[in-house]
């Protein structure tokens, strides 16, 4: 088919997709990211705002946080998507920091832009980029300092720090305390470094409670009602049994129909 058109190749796309080449692509891909970016940054620092994000099915989310508000956003764009990659990849990583992430990308692929209108390679901006990190994560390093994993006032700091933003600043100081305390409870130690699962703590949701009922639980949460009302509320010193078996009461399998009357006859099937 090359050799009946002359060589040229084919390219086939589905209908409605454009295809964009060189300075066009660059400049695309530089908006789409900083779109994405501008999305985010009014939410950065301590006087950022709340995003109300409501769903096509009506669903309404009030939030703050970088990788929340990308995750229910729809984005298409391939220069969009990587700026959401690295939100959800900051997220993986560290757990916080994820508007960070994002606005610095969007300010250096700003600064990009305007190199690129130079006539400056974007391979010697990528170069440029790369030695600044370096540099970054030189400095980064010799500002950082090792925390004892039973300093417990330090890492209130650094929990007071992840939650503030997160608008729950009325209740952060009972929270900070619950947090760490979780923390340095699950924590082992392995190959000389501790590391705590986050799967080893059950975070449990309440009706009818407010924030400062919070508390941190030392032990296992049945979220089972008593039987019966004669059965006691709080039980001191008791032998617990653990039965890999149901305890729950079978429900029959024939199906029955029965035709009641009378209330009498209430009662006497109850």
Do not use: C, W
Not at 237 to 259: D, F, N, R, Y
Request: glycine share 10%; net charge neutral.
């Amino acid at each position: 088919m090359s050799q009946q058109l002359g060589g040229q190749p084919v390219i086939i796309l589905r209908e409605g997709t454009t295809r964009n080449r060189g300075e066009e692509a660059q400049h695309s891909n530089i908006m789409a990211a900083k779109a994405i970016a501008n999305a985010v940054r009014t939410t950065l620092g301590p006087r950022g705002m709340d995003k109300m994000l409501v769903g096509s099915t009506g669903d309404i989310v009030i939030t703050n946080d970088g990788a929340t508000i990308l995750s229910e956003i729809s984005v298409q764009h391939p220069g969009g998507k990587m700026m959401v990659e690295v939100a959800m990849t900051q997220d993986d990583e560290v757990g916080d920091g994820t508007t960070t992430a994002v606005v610095i990308a969007g300010a250096l692929m700003e600064q990009a832009e305007q190199l690129l209108e130079q006539g400056i390679h974007p391979t010697i901006i990528s170069q440029g980029y790369r030695l600044g990190m370096e540099k970054a994560l030189l400095i980064t390093n010799s500002l950082s300092f090792k925390v004892d994993p039973a300093d417990r006032k330090t890492l209130m700091k650094i929990a007071d720090t992840a939650i503030t933003g997160k608008s729950i600043e009325s209740v952060k100081v009972i929270l900070d305390g619950i947090i760490v305390d979780a923390v340095m409870a699950i924590a082992e130690k392995t190959d000389g470094k501790y590391v705590a699962d986050e799967d080893d703590v059950m975070i449990k949701k309440q009706k009818g409670k407010s924030m400062d009922d919070s508390e941190l639980v030392r032990g296992i949460i049945l979220d089972k009602k008593r039987v019966t009302e004669g059965m006691p509320k709080k039980v001191t010193g008791a032998s617990v049994a653990l039965i890999a078996a149901p305890m729950e009461i079978t429900k029959t399998q024939v199906k029955a129909k029965i035709k009641i009357t009378t209330a009498g006859q209430v009662s006497a099937f109850s």
